[in-house]
């Protein structure tokens, strides 16, 4: 088990966010998380949903994911 800080506690990430997600990128920690947003019915509020975290030693084991986004980048602009 860690029992070291956390990143997202020593680190501020850089986000972009939609109606729907939220992009939160670490860069020392070189991690990017997606996380869903929903509407907490209580509050009203938008929150943090699930989230998927891809870091750079995922990316740079498996090529084919960089590639994939590096496809969706293009097609998308």
Known sequence: MYHGK????DEVPVEARTESAILTYYPK???LQVAVLYLDKETGEKKRGRTVTLDMED?????QVGELLKRVLEDWR
């Open 6 to 9: 956390h990143y997202w506690e």
């Open 59 to 63: 990316f740079q084991l498996n090529p």
């Open 29 to 31: 920690a070189a991690k």
